[in-house]
């Protein structure tokens, strides 16, 4: 069966500090991995998509990038964060395909930039 | 443009009570529907989708959600709550595929307050 890591589970940084959350999945081969926001008392805002191996996707303009450097791994960087960067982080994984994809999603990671 | 309403932010119900959550779509096609579950301090959990077929789905934890299609909704049920259903949950329509993708569009959520 599939599952979906994300780390760290909890992070309290400066503004102006560097970000790097991870992401991994395990029993499935070339996902689609996602990176969602849920901001405090929101919904889930679509951050990036990746389709494959170095194939990066942004929904938003924003602070954050992220990476794909192998397979089953996607990574949301950020060089300097802000306030606004706090929130809680989801990564997602789907099978690649039509539009019958369901997304299943991560633990999350809850960021706080104080 | 494709959106998903869920009218209600908060609703309580009484443990054993029953239960159903309002969930509208705006799409133009078919609609794929799912409907997602968060724990607080969690990820989400898939409860159910409709994609094609019975308009009636069954999911885990004992939920439900019936498509109407003349109503553009997609609510979820459940006869009698338990306390652990207590929790957010989030309807969403896959909004068309592009870009090697389904892109999925959510709703704003409803918290489950649940009293003993």
């Known amino acids: 069966s599939q599952t979906i890591h994300q780390w760290p589970a909890t992070l309290v940084q400066p503004v102006g500090s560097p970000l790097s959350l991870e992401c991994t999945v395990e029993?499935?081969?070339?996902?689609?991995l996602y990176w969602y926001r849920q901001a405090a008392g929101r919904g889930l805002q679509l951050l990036f998509y990746?389709?494959?191996?170095?194939?990066i996707s942004s929904e938003v303009p924003q602070n954050l990038s992220a990476s794909r450097p192998q397979d089953r791994q996607f990574i949301l960087s950020s060089k300097k964060l802000l306030l606004s960067d706090s929130g809680f982080y989801l990564c997602?994984?789907?099978?690649?395909?039509?539009?019958?994809?369901?997304?299943?999603f991560g633990p999350g990671t809850r960021l706080t930039v104080l | 443009a494709q959106s998903v309403t869920q009218p209600d932010i908060h609703i309580t119900v009484s443990e054993g009570a029953s239960l159903e959550l309002r969930c509208n779509y705006s799409?133009?096609?078919?609609?794929?529907l799912f409907w997602y579950v968060q724990s607080p301090g969690q990820g989400l959990q898939l409860l159910l989708k409709?994609?094609?077929?019975?308009?009636l789905v069954q999911g885990i934890k004992g939920f439900e959600a019936e498509f109407k299609r003349s109503q553009s909704s997609f609510n979820l049920r459940k006869p009698s709550v338990h306390w652990s259903d207590a929790a957010e949950y989030f309807c969403?329509?896959?909004?068309?595929?592009?870009?090697?993708?389904?892109?999925?569009?959510f709703g704003a959520g409803t918290r489950l307050a649940v009293h003993p």
């Open positions: 997602a994984w789907s099978e690649t395909g039509g539009r019958g994809d369901t997304q299943y």
């Open positions: 029993g499935t081969s070339n996902p689609n």
């Open positions: 990746s389709v494959g191996i170095g194939q």
């Open positions: 799409y133009g096609a078919t609609p794929y």
């Open positions: 409709y994609f094609s077929g019975d308009t």
């Open positions: 969403a329509v896959g909004a068309g595929f592009s870009g090697g993708y389904n892109k999925l569009i």
